[in-house]
Each structure stands twice: as structure tokens, then as C-alpha cells.
T-cell receptor, first 117, second 114 residues
């Protein structure tokens, strides 16, 4: 069965600190996608990144970076120089990829990030 | 492109009443998904459409739930004889098959059953 674990329920940092959000996943599929979404207080899920299981290159986008390691089944997300606007709940998600797949997302329980001024 | 829209944004109902939610996906997106999110949890998959065909339903979708996408565009989710346990945020997402398959979410409909 597929499963996503975000062990950190809540993280609190002071502005400008770096913070890493952990994500560990389980799947028997060899082909899959991994995602991160942000859910600000307004409630709408905002897409941040998608990673294909064959692409283990780390990615950087501005202050955001992602570390994908298949050997440890982890897809961690780091925010550098955090800002108050980064305060939100962040979800890691997994979807299987196959001809018959619905590509439905399996979400972790989320990590609430609070960035204090 | 306009994003995914959902209506209403909030719904308060009494136990036993029927409710219907609407989702308008991003135009040209042929896949549409419904998820349910309860407080402090991640969204859980409910059902999936490719065009007008409903291809997958979660066991979370009891007999009281029904979803349609009659012309492959907007979708409706109806809950009959609502129960207090149905109180949740109902999220709709859409994606374009064969392109990125990335799901983009609407703002959600928050249902409160009294």
C-alpha cells in the first residue's frame, strides 16, 4: 500500500532561519510522482513541485529546495531564510503512475510551519 | 487561465438534509478529482473522473454520496441525509492527462453539519 509520513506535526522558527520539512513515503511501484503543496490559512492548496521517481536531481527554486533520495524513500523540502509569509501547512503527496492509474494523490498529514517575526 | 472554482465556499446544514457542491475545473482539463479534508489531516481521495466517466471511487464514498460530471466539464458532489461526520472541507482538483498530470486545487467547500 502507498503511504506518506510527515512526522513533524508543527515547526516554529524565527524569520530568516532555514527550515527543513521531512517526508517519507512507501510504495511498491517503480514509477511514481512526488509532490509538495502549501496550504495557507485561506485554505487553498497551492502546488509547489512535482518530482518523477526517475529524476533524483535536487531542485532549487528561489528560497525553496527539494532533496529526493530513493535510497531512503524521502523527499524533503527546505526553505532558506524563512519569511512570515511562509507560515502555512505543507503537504507531501504521492501518486502512482501506470496506464490504468487515476493518479490520485496520497497525502501525508501535513506539517504546520509557523515563522515568527 | 482561471483556476479551479468551487461553489459554495461554505455550507451549514442540519443533519438529515441533502447538500450539493459544484466544481468548475480549469478549462481543457479532462481529469477531475474530489477529496475530503478533515481538521488536522491531509486530503483524502473520494472519486475521479476522466471526461464524463467516473473511473474510481474510494471506499470512503458511502451510498449517501454521489458525484457526476455530465458533460465532462463541471462536476457536482451530492451528499444525501447528511451526518455530523460529514463535516469537512471538500476539495476539487483538475489536471490535464498526458501533460503534467499535476493536480490544481480549488478553494474548497467547507461543510458544517449541525
Amino acid at each position: 500500500a502507498q503511504k506518506v509520513t510527515q512526522a513533524q506535526t508543527e515547526i516554529s522558527v524565527v524569520e530568516k532561519e532555514d527550515v527543513t520539512l521531512d517526508c517519507v513515503y512507501e510504495t511498491r511501484d517503480t514509477t511514481y510522482y512526488l509532490f509538495w503543496y502549501k496550504q495557507p490559512p485561506s485554505g487553498e492548496l497551492v502546488f509547489l513541485i512535482r518530482r518523477n521517481s526517475f529524476d533524483e536531481q535536487n531542485e532549487i527554486s528561489g528560497r525553496y529546495s527539494w532533496n529526493f533520495q530513493k535510497s531512503t524513500s524521502s523527499f524533503n523540502f527546505t526553505i532558506t531564510a524563512s519569511q512570515v509569509v511562509d507560515s502555512a501547512v505543507y503537504f507531501c503527496a504521492l501518486s502512482e503512475v501506470s496506464v490504468d492509474s487515476s493518479y490520485k494523490l496520497i497525502f501525508g498529514s501535513g506539517t504546520r510551519l509557523l515563522v515568527r517575526p | 487561465d482561471t483556476g479551479v472554482s468551487q461553489d459554495p465556499r461554505h455550507k451549514i446544514t442540519k443533519r438529515g438534509q441533502n447538500v450539493t457542491f459544484r466544481c468548475d475545473p480549469i478549462s481543457e482539463h479532462n481529469r477531475l478529482y474530489w477529496y475530503r479534508q478533515t481538521l488536522g489531516q491531509g486530503p483524502e481521495f473520494l472519486t475521479y473522473f476522466q471526461n464524463e466517466a467516473q473511473l474510481e471511487k474510494s471506499r470512503l464514498l458511502s451510498d449517501r454520496f454521489s458525484a457526476e460530471r455530465p458533460k465532462g466539464s463541471f462536476s457536482t458532489l451530492e451528499i444525501q441525509r447528511t451526518e455530523q461526520g460529514d463535516s469537512a472541507m471538500y476539495l476539487c482538483a483538475s489536471s490535464l492527462a498526458g501533460y503534467t498530470d499535476t493536480q490544481y486545487f480549488g478553494p474548497g467547500t467547507r461543510l458544517t453539519v449541525l
